[in-house]
Structures are given as structure tokens and as C-alpha cells.
T-cell receptor, first 110, second 114 residues
Framework: TQLLEQSPQFLSIQEGENLTVYCNSS?????LQWYRQEPGEGPVLLVT?????EVKKLKRLTFQFGDARKDSSLHITAAQPGDTGLYLC??????????FGTGTRLTVIP | KAGVTQTPRYLIKTRGQQVTLSCSPI?????VSWYQQTPGQGLQFLFE???????NKGNFPGRFSGRQFSNSRSEMNVSTLELGDSALYLC?????????????FGPGTRLTVT
């Protein structure tokens, strides 16, 4: 089983603060995706990172893929209440399987 | 363009019963994947269908099965329900098979087994 562990599991912060969510595994992935899931809805893809060391920015969100392609991080600058949700990382293996992380539930308090 | 739709949205069943869930993909999408989401295990892959053929299968018992119709709509069936089958079942559609294409998730069906 390809285990992707996310930390922290829960995070509650004030609006305007910065935060980082981590996604770690002992396995190597050909690519890694980040999703956000809001209550009552399915996950929505935020980004896909493919190359080790790759950094992608999406407005206030910065995603990084580890050099060894085993881990990733998501950094949010100046969090807003609209960022509230469950953040999921998902790693794709060479065998074309997708494994999801355990999730980080983020609450941004106005 | 309409998104992925799943019916029903909520379902309550009793142990031992069977259940069928339905998924209508985005128009033009030919691949449908199913996932189970629980607080303890997170999001786990069940199976993927493309052109009415199962292309990939996760590590779930044979009680979980699915099929895809010629219009790409898909159903999944769970027989002999167990309490542990209580979960949010998510369907995702994509243009093509495999993971080269972005997956679009539906809102899910919340199944409660009592």
C-alpha cells in the first residue's frame, strides 16, 4: 500500500495568517496532485506537479514537489475564509494508480 | 456544461442489503472512476471504467462491482452490505482512460449502513 501521510491533520488559523501543509511518503511518485474538497462536494483539482523540485503558484497558494518526488508541500499566504476546506494530496505511481493522502482539514476564522 | 451528477445523494440501508449507486459523467467524458471516502481510510480507489470496460480495480472485496453503459453513465453495486461500508462514494469522470486526464468529481453519495 502506498501511504501518503499529511500533516497537520487539522489546522485552525485566523484570517491573514500563513500556513503550510505537508504530504509525505516513503514511495516515489511520477506526479503529485493537490485537491480541495468543500462540505457536500467532491474534491476539486488545484494543481499537478511532475518534476522533482518543481514549484507552482496559484494566486496565494504555492505548491512544491520534493526533489526525490516522495513529498510535497502546500503553502497558503494570507489565508482567507474561502480557503476553508479539506486539502488532499494524491500521488500517481508508475503503474498508473492514484493514492490519496489522509487529508488536512483547514478552517480559516474571519 | 453540467458537472458530474450522482444519485441518490443520501441513502440509508440495513446490513445484508444491497445498493446501487449511479453516476452521470460530464458530457463527452468516457472514463468513470469510483472512490470510497471514509474518515479513517480517506479516499480509496474502487475501479475505473472506460468504454464499458473495467480498466483498473482497487483492493476491495468482490461485493463491490460496477458497470458502465454505452452512454458512459456508470453504476456501482455493493452487495451484502456491512456496517463498514458506510462512506461517501465519489464518482469522477475524465475525457480518457488512465490518469493522463484531469478527473472531475461529483458531489458523492453518502451511504449509511445500519
Amino acid at each position: 500500500t502506498q501511504l501518503l501521510e499529511q500533516s497537520p491533520q487539522f489546522l485552525s488559523i485566523q484570517e491573514g495568517e500563513n500556513l503550510t501543509v505537508y504530504c509525505n511518503s516513503s514511495s516515489v511518485f511520477s506526479s503529485l496532485q493537490w485537491y480541495r474538497q468543500e462540505p457536500g462536494e467532491g474534491p476539486v483539482l488545484l494543481v499537478t506537479v511532475v518534476t522533482g523540485g518543481e514549484v507552482k503558484k496559484l494566486k496565494r497558494l504555492t505548491f512544491q514537489f520534493g526533489d526525490a518526488r516522495k513529498d510535497s508541500s502546500l503553502h497558503i499566504t494570507a489565508a482567507q475564509p474561502g480557503d476553508t476546506g479539506l486539502y488532499l494530496c494524491a500521488g500517481k505511481t508508475g503503474a498508473n494508480n492514484l493514492f490519496f493522502g489522509t487529508g488536512t482539514r483547514l478552517t480559516v476564522i474571519p | 456544461k453540467a458537472g458530474v451528477t450522482q444519485t441518490p445523494r443520501y441513502l440509508i440501508k440495513t446490513r445484508g442489503q444491497q445498493v446501487t449507486l449511479s453516476c452521470s459523467p460530464i458530457s463527452g467524458h468516457r472514463s468513470v472512476s469510483w472512490y470510497q471516502q471514509t474518515p479513517g481510510q480517506g479516499l480509496q480507489f474502487l475501479f475505473e471504467y472506460f468504454s464499458e470496460t473495467q480498466r483498473n480495480k482497487g483492493n476491495f472485496p468482490g461485493r463491490f462491482s460496477g458497470r458502465q453503459f454505452s452512454n458512459s453513465r456508470s453504476e456501482m453495486n455493493v452487495s451484502t452490505l456491512e456496517l463498514g461500508d458506510s462512506a461517501l462514494y465519489l464518482c469522477a469522470s475524465s475525457l480518457g482512460a488512465g490518469l493522463a486526464y484531469e478527473q472531475y468529481f461529483g458531489p458523492g453519495t453518502r451511504l449509511t449502513v445500519t
